[in-house]
């Protein structure tokens, strides 16, 4: 059984900086894909960043390209975000997933395990 959960959100100021983290519970954490998606009050869930199994691969929306960084650390069982640059439309619920199959796509229908979500928001 996989299980993912979300830590590191807060209150910060624009152009500020922040760094969420997804920790993994369950086995063979290298062979699954992890993303973000963030979801604001009143709005659908949306992509923000993937990165593969082996962390060569990264994929990100363009509204946060250049300004986050999305990376793993496989001896831990863990994926960060970091926000720099942070912008009041960055504020929203954020949610990683994991997908089994290492897509690392942007398609959250394609990812099998989430978690609770961490509040980012961001005062200006």
């Known amino acids: 059984q996989v299980q993912v959960a979300e830590s590191g959100g807060g209150l910060v100021q624009d152009g500020g900086s922040l760094r969420l983290a997804c920790e993994f519970i369950?086995?063979?954490?290298?062979?699954?894909?992890v993303a973000w998606f963030r979801q604001a009050p009143g709005q659908e869930r949306e992509f923000v960043a993937a990165i593969s199994g082996s962390g060569t691969g990264h994929l990100y929306d363009e509204s946060v390209k250049d300004r986050f960084i999305i990376s793993r650390d496989n001896g831990k069982n863990m994926v960060y975000l970091q926000m720099n640059n942070v912008k009041s439309e960055d504020t929203a619920v954020y949610y990683c997933?994991?997908?089994?199959?290492?897509?690392?796509?942007?398609?959250?229908?394609?990812?099998?395990?989430w978690g609770q979500g961490t509040q980012v928001t961001v005062s200006s």
């Open positions: 997933g994991a997908d089994a199959k290492d897509r690392w796509s942007d398609g959250d229908f394609l990812y099998q395990n």
């Open positions: 369950g086995r063979s954490f290298d062979t699954y894909s």
